[in-house]
C-alpha cells in the first residue's frame, strides 16, 4: 500500500467507485459530490490518497477545511483498523501547516459510528477527545413519499435555475446556517458534477422572487438510494413550513426516479430538523460519535 498524490476532478469517478462500496457507518457516499465540490480540494495536500500493489484505491480522506472536519473511506477488503490509523495519523501532520495558514490553532473533527468501538479506540489512542453532541444518520424506507403539505400563499417550489442562480443559491445556504465558509465557487461546481441532477435541486420560491428555503437531494450511482445534503430555510422564512415543503418535494422526485432508501444526517443537538425528518417517515440508522483534535500554534 502506498499513498499518491491527488490529481483533481479526474480522481473523482474512483473516488466515488470506492465510496459507494464503503459501509454507509463508516461513510455515506451518496452525497459525496457535495463534499467533492469544496474549496477545501484547491490544496491538494487536503486530500489522501491510498492505492494497493495493483494501483486500485483502496482508502480516500478529506481534510474538509470549511467544516473542520476529516472525511474517509475504506474499501471493505483492506484493514480498516490499519488505515484508520495511517489516516487519522495523516490528518494530525496536516494540522500544522494549517494552523500555520490561519495562523491559529486548527481543531478538526473525526466521526466515528457507534457500532466501532475498535475505532473509537485508535482515535483516542491518536490523541481526539470525544465531544457532545453525537450526529445521526437516518433512514427513510418507505413505498410512498410522504403527502405534500399545503404551500404558504404566493410561494413556489421549483428546481434551481442553474448557474444564474447559484449567487443566490449560496446566500440561501449561508444564511441558513449562519456560514461564512460557503462560496459561490462551491456551488458552481455541485452543478458541474457528474451526479448532480438539476431536477433534484429543489428551492421554494417566495412571493418577492428570493429563494426561501432549499432541499439538494442526491441519487446513488445504483439508482436505489437517495441522500439529502443539504437542506435548510433562511431566517426570515421559517416557521412556514417551506422547509417541510421543500423536502417533501425532494422525496417526490426521488422517488419518480426509483429512488426508495434515503438517507439524511444531522446533528443530536438539531432539535428543529430532528422532529421535521421523523415526521416524514425516517428514522435512526446509526449514531457518529465525534472526537475533536487540536493542533497548537505556534
Not at 450511482?221 to 412556514?240: C, F, K, N, V
Request: charged fraction near 20%; hydrophobic fraction near 45%; charge should be neutral.
Amino acid at each position: 500500500m502506498h499513498q499518491r498524490a491527488f490529481r483533481g476532478s479526474s480522481d473523482f469517478a474512483a473516488i466515488m467507485e470506492l465510496a459507494t462500496q464503503a459501509p454507509v457507518e463508516q461513510f455515506s457516499a451518496t452525497a459525496l459530490p457535495y463534499q467533492l465540490s469544496s474549496w477545501a480540494l484547491d490544496d491538494a495536500d487536503n486530500v489522501g490518497l491510498w492505492e494497493d500493489g495493483a494501483g486500485r484505491l483502496v482508502a480516500f480522506a478529506l481534510m474538509q477545511r470549511p467544516f473542520a472536519s476529516l472525511y474517509y473511506t475504506i474499501h471493505p477488503a483492506a484493514d480498516t483498523v490499519v488505515l484508520t490509523a495511517t489516516i487519522l495519523q495523516w490528518g494530525i501532520q496536516r494540522g500544522p501547516a494549517l494552523a500555520q495558514t490561519q495562523q491559529a490553532p486548527f481543531t478538526f473533527l473525526v466521526f466515528v459510528a457507534e457500532s466501532q468501538p475498535e475505532i473509537a479506540a485508535l482515535a483516542e489512542t491518536h490523541g481526539f477527545r470525544r465531544e457532545e453532541p453525537a450526529r445521526v444518520l437516518l433512514i427513510r424506507e418507505q413505498p410512498e413519499p410522504p403527502s405534500a403539505p399545503p404551500l404558504a400563499d404566493g410561494f413556489t417550489v421549483r428546481h434551481l435555475r442553474g448557474p444564474d442562480e447559484a449567487a443566490a443559491a449560496t446566500a440561501l445556504l449561508a444564511a441558513a446556517f449562519d456560514l461564512t465558509v460557503v462560496t459561490e465557487r462551491w456551488r458552481r461546481r455541485i452543478l458541474e458534477q457528474a451526479a448532480y441532477r438539476p431536477e433534484l435541486d429543489v428551492v421554494v420560491e417566495a412571493p418577492t422572487g428570493a429563494l426561501a428555503a432549499f432541499c439538494l437531494c442526491w441519487r446513488n450511482p445504483d439508482g436505489r438510494t437517495g441522500q439529502i445534503e443539504p437542506m435548510g430555510t433562511h431566517p426570515a422564512y421559517q416557521r412556514l413550513g417551506l422547509g417541510r415543503a421543500a423536502l417533501v418535494e425532494g422525496l417526490h422526485r426521488l422517488h419518480e426516479q426509483g429512488v426508495r432508501t434515503v438517507y439524511v444526517g444531522t446533528s443530536m443537538a438539531n432539535q428543529r430538523s430532528l422532529p421535521l425528518y421523523q415526521s416524514v417517515g425516517f428514522r435512526l440508522h446509526h449514531r457518529k460519535l465525534c472526537y475533536r483534535q487540536t493542533i497548537r500554534w505556534p
